[in-house]
């Protein structure tokens, strides 16, 4: 089957391990696939796919549209495009392309890696689009749809009503084979936080939850992983810390190295709408590096099966508190067989294994169908 991407991911992001993951896994199942996104050539070269460079605006705001707009575009070229089978669209993209997609009348999947998480005005008009993709659905104009959880489908099928059947859901995963099993650090107790370091993601509060762990004293430091909008104020907070950590976007085959050097994973995201329907792909990839995990407890980061002794979540109003208390009690065996059983954990249920799987079997529908 000849697949086509278009995806706002890029593959130098720390999130595009999904986008990667799923790629390859569509590659081993025998599909002929090309990615079509804004990456130079030079980032996918030697991959098992073909790479169509899309040009976009950089003017925030701007980005998706533009980028939607040149793959509209491409797609108006019927000989070029006449070999797809199927078109996979990242839901920013899906209402600009639609009007060439329906020219193009091969089946169309929506992905809807994560609902809008921007705040204030960029927020709003991204949940305008978001909608708008989903109506798609909801109005036969494409034939189904991938989520990330449960309660991300749940909350679709209420806020747009479309047909549960037509939804699938592709939790986050790993590619466990990057992650090879490290010995226990040395103390102190290093806890990590990756990802976008945005104020509403929580970050904030971390350098606040070990400066209180080593008043309590225990001897700790804190790796914060990433950009964002809250950057110039935890850089200020660094001036004074030497404990607190600020390293930039690492590329993803680093992360894994990157982590092991650490105990424990944070996970700070607040219990809001956008972080309760997620499967946050960190929460996999600390269990893989044998982390230990603590977090603000809600939908988006419990995890059946897991142990408190190596997985705890508190209500965010005594995360700070509680979350001192948690970490004080670990032990370093603790802290070692908390590694084992974080790993072990991750070989059973983290893999991208299953959601290859799954897509496989959205992908086959339509074969099925024709």
């Known amino acids: 089957m000849n697949i086509a991407w278009f995806t706002v991911r890029q593959w130098a992001d720390l999130c ?35 790479h169509v460079h899309l040009e976009r605006s950089e003017r925030r705001g701007f980005q998706a549209r533009s980028l939607g707009k040149s793959a509209a575009r491409w797609l108006a070229d019927e000989p070029r495009s006449g070999g797809i089978d199927v078109a996979l669209v990242d839901w920013p993209l899906l209402p600009v392309m639609m009007p060439a997609l329906a020219r193009l009348n091969r089946p169309v999947v929506l992905i809807d890696r994560s609902p809008p998480a921007d705040a204030g005005l960029f927020g709003k008009l991204q949940w305008k689009t978001w909608r708008r993709a989903w109506q798609c659905l909801r109005y036969g104009r494409i ?8 309660a991300h489908a749940d909350f679709v099928a209420k806020r747009v009503g479309v047909e ?18 490290q010995p226990t650090p040395a103390p102190p107790l290093r806890l990590v936080y990756h990802g976008r370091l945005d104020k509403n993601r929580g970050v904030l509060a971390l350098p606040m939850l070990v400066h209180r762990l080593r008043q309590s004293g225990t001897a700790a430091e804190l790796t914060l992983i990433g950009e964002g909008d ?11 810390r030497p404990w607190l950590n600020l390293v930039p976007t690492v590329p993803h085959h680093d ?19 956008v972080w309760r329907l997620a499967s946050p792909l960190k929460r996999s990839e600390y269990l893989a590096a044998g982390l230990l995990v603590l977090g603000i407890d809600h939908d988006g980061h419990r995890l059946e099966g897991v142990n408190d002794e190596w997985y705890r979540l508190f209500p965010q109003e005594d995360f700070l508190a509680d979350g001192v208390a948690w970490l004080n009690a670990i032990t370093q065996q603790g802290l070692a067989d908390g590694r084992t059983s974080a790993r ?27």
């Open 16 to 50: 595009a391990t999904t986008t990667d993951a799923l790629a390859h896994g569509m590659v081993r199942n025998g599909h002929a696939l090309t990615v079509f996104n804004h990456d130079a050539a030079a980032e996918h070269e030697g991959a098992p796919w073909q």
């Open 230 to 240: 809250a950057l110039p104020g935890l850089l200020a907070m660094a001036e004074q």
């Open 164 to 181: 549960p059947r037509d939804v699938h859901v592709l939790p986050a995963g790993v590619n466990l084979d990057a992650f090879k099993p």
């Open 255 to 273: 992360l894994p190295r990157e982590l092991a050097k650490h105990h424990v994973g944070l996970l700070p995201m607040p219990a809001t709408k």
């Open 344 to 370: 072990a954990y991750a070989d059973a249920f983290c893999s991208w294994g299953a959601s290859v799987e799954a897509m496989e079997g959205v992908l086959q529908s339509f074969s099925r169908d024709a």
């Open 143 to 150: 034939q189904a749809a991938t989520v990330v959880s449960d």
